[in-house]
């Protein structure tokens, strides 16, 4: 009999791995707690943008016409404990208010809800990213809370999502982990993911603890390699240096590789920040917080180049921004996506708001998110609409509509031809021939 699947958790990550379950091959059954998600899943929709996301569930979801009626929703513990035989637990794990650590109540809630239905064997696969060594505690309370007892066994499978890519590193991963404790955990997610194994994926098989810390390893580790590069541009604007020269080199040793070599207002969204927090806060309860002291610092980096994107915005309107409208191009952490959590494109934009300028803002996809979070902030419905009469354009998203803009098209309608470019990604070469005085973080002023 084929395995019979549930995901708990229908926002970015439950949603995608419930779609991409499906397009496996699976019945599913995705749960969620909020009745207004449900409905709108049901229908075929989500509540966020990812591109590819929607097209999958529309192929899949039970009702819509030519679907595969492979996956259903529900807000019922019972209905999902007796579908299932593998309950995949995606619920999100913030950063706690006011602290680093991270808010373990999602997660906790889900496994107290589900193990008093679970009435005959089955697994139970988390996948949220959480501190080392919840899975061990987890496991004791799905044992003692499960009327099945032992029966039940927990794996731990964390997931390596990129927002833009989620559906191909869903469905074609680059590594798949999984921690277990047995022998059945590791034959029943073989099971689950025998596709992407049999395509090539790596399948590593590991204890709890170190399933648990790949994924706060991992993101520690490309922070770091931002922040590093974002410190070199801070010494090549002392030096007169180029960065992108630099990381162009260093990029070639194999050991280094080009990716994440791009210096910028840094890294932000749901995962990056919090996750090197949450770490940090978690070595320290193990008692070995002098080993992640590092990562402070490369928060501290990413943090400055906020701030000093701000700065050089001031300097370009001539040191105040009293009467000074500012564009902000970008609004979402990174593009291809709505997410604006903890954007660096926002948090400037907030903070020249707060200093007297007046932002607007503009962003394919974001303005919805945008505009719940920074209500004060002007929103526009085009890159030119938002650089009108502009004193100064910021660059903070690498949208691919940007790069193609026309400087001189948006000069036109520009109060002065100041941009800076907060990505590293416009041809510096084309704004300054259309008489733009143009600066990017980590290069020569000219």
């Not at 889900?110 to 496991?139: D, E, W, Y």
């Not at 990413?302 to 001031?314: D, F, G, K, P, Q």
């Not at 707060?354 to 890159?383: C, E, M, S, W």
């Amino acid at each position: 009999m084929a395995l019979r699947i549930t995901v708990i958790g229908t926002g970015y990550l439950g949603a995608t791995h419930a779609a991409a379950m499906a397009e496996l091959g699976f019945e599913v059954l995705g749960l969620d707690v909020v009745p207004e998600k449900i409905e709108t899943l049901a229908r075929g929709e989500v509540p966020m943008y990812e591109p590819g996301l929607e097209e999958l569930l529309r192929k899949h979801v039970a009702g819509i016409e030519g679907s595969t009626g492979r996956l259903r929703f529900t807000t019922s513990w019972e209905e999902v404990g007796e579908f299932g035989d593998v309950h995949f637990v995606c619920v999100n794990t913030p950063q706690k208010h006011g602290e680093y650590a991270c808010d373990m109540s999602y997660v906790d809630s889900a496994f107290a809800s589900l193990a008093p239905h679970l009435r005959r064997p089955a697994l139970v696969v988390g996948k949220s990213t959480v501190p080392v060594g919840s899975a061990a505690r987890l496991a004791k309370v799905l044992t003692e809370l499960a009327p099945a007892g032992k029966d039940v066994e927990l794996a731990w499978n964390p997931e390596f999502l990129r927002e833009g890519f989620a559906v191909q590193d869903t469905l074609h991963p680059d590594r798949i982990v999984v921690g277990v404790a047995g022998e059945r955990g590791e034959k029943l997610l073989r099971e689950v993911y025998a596709t992407p194994v049999g395509e090539g994926s790596p399948f590593v098989v590991a204890d709890y603890p170190t399933a648990e810390l790949v994924k706060t390893a991992a993101n520690s580790f490309l922070a770091t390699k931002i922040s590093f590069i974002n410190a070199m541009a801070e010494v090549c604007e002392a030096a007169d240096g180029d960065v992108v020269k630099l990381a162009e080199a260093i990029g070639h040793d194999d050991r280094i590789g080009k990716k994440f070599l791009r210096a910028g207002v840094g890294f932000g969204g749901g995962c990056l920040p919090k996750d090197i927090r949450a770490f940090m806060a978690r070595a320290g309860e193990l008692g070995a917080d002098e080993a992640l002291t590092f990562l402070r610092e490369v928060d501290s980096i990413n943090m400055r180049r906020r701030t000093h994107m701000v700065e050089l915005a001031r300097e370009a309107v001539g040191g105040g921004f009293l009467g000074r409208r500012v564009a902000v191009l970008g609004a979402t952490f990174k593009p291809d996506s709505d997410d604006v959590r903890d954007s660096p494109a926002l948090n400037v934009a907030g903070q020249i708001h707060l200093q007297g300028g007046q932002v607007t803002v503009h962003d394919p996809k974001g303005i919805a998110n945008a505009r719940r979070l920074f209500p004060t902030l002007a929103y526009a419905d085009t890159a030119l609409e938002a650089c009108r009469g502009a004193h100064v354009v910021l660059h903070l998203t690498e949208w691919g509509e940007y790069r193609q803009l026309d400087p001189a098209v948006v000069g036109a309608v520009v109060a002065d031809r100041h941009v800076i470019d907060g990505r590293n990604a416009l041809d510096a070469a084309a704004w300054r021939a259309a008489g733009w005085t143009f600066r990017a973080l980590g290069r020569p002023k000219a």
